[in-house]
């Protein structure tokens, strides 16, 4: 591998993870710690694949430094699936763009797959206002009607599934994970529905 081939492949790769990282995620979701997150590791990951491509290493370091690799876990519980997914696409193009592929086009064509796929999957109108949402509620319903009514009430949007988590009859609690769609005039309105209950936490 040549110094102008590597150029090229990691001019590839820092420009599709700012696309992925900054123009797709940050621009929607609005974690500037998760914006470096992906970046520092789609690039680490870029350095460590190239330089086991380019050099004649031994198998055993290269799954050694695999391994230190796989040691990364996303443990915060304010990390969502959604965002767990970001996390996969990164490192997917941290190792197609390491790879040194025999065309660099072909290194384009994937990442802008990968872009392509991220931009329209998490896109807001092809989920036409779906939520989730961890609701605490003070109060234990003696029925799904009047519990599924309270929800309604409380996010400001039509409950398409619920699932009862945890009731405390001592304390009068109970935990519910709720999908729901949110009606156009509260999606306008940014994230106005999050501050009706205080207790309801992002799933």
């Known amino acids: 591998m040549t110094y102008l081939d590597l150029i090229g492949d990691l001019t590839v790769d820092l420009v599709a993870i700012y696309l992925l990282a900054y123009v797709v995620y940050y621009r929607r979701h609005r ?35 695999f391994a230190l690799l ?9 990390v969502t699936q959604q965002e767990v997914a970001y996390y996969f696409v990164a490192l997917v193009m941290g190792l197609v763009n390491g790879l040194r592929l025999p065309d660099l086009w072909i290194a384009v064509l994937l ?15 092809l989920v036409s206002g779906a939520q989730r949402r961890i609701v605490t509620l003070d109060v234990v319903h ?14 400001g949007g039509r409950v398409r599934r619920h699932v009862v988590t945890e009731v405390d009859y001592v304390r009068d609690v109970t935990v519910v994970d709720v999908r729901f769609t949110a009606p156009a ?19």
């Open 185 to 203: 005039a509260a999606r306008a309105g940014g994230r106005r529905t999050d501050r009706l209950d205080p207790r309801a936490e992002a799933g």
């Open 111 to 125: 990442n802008a797959v990968l872009i392509l796929v991220m931009y329209v999957v998490d896109h807001r109108r």
């Open 70 to 78: 796989s040691i990364i876990r996303v443990r915060s519980d304010s």
């Open 31 to 65: 974690r500037r710690d998760l914006l470096l997150a992906y970046a520092a590791l789609n690039v680490g990951l870029f350095v460590v694949v190239s330089m086991l491509a380019s050099t004649s290493l031994d198998v055993g370091l290269g799954f050694g430094l």
């Open 142 to 155: 003696a029925d799904d009607v009047s519990l599924v009514a309270d929800l309604e009430r409380r996010l």
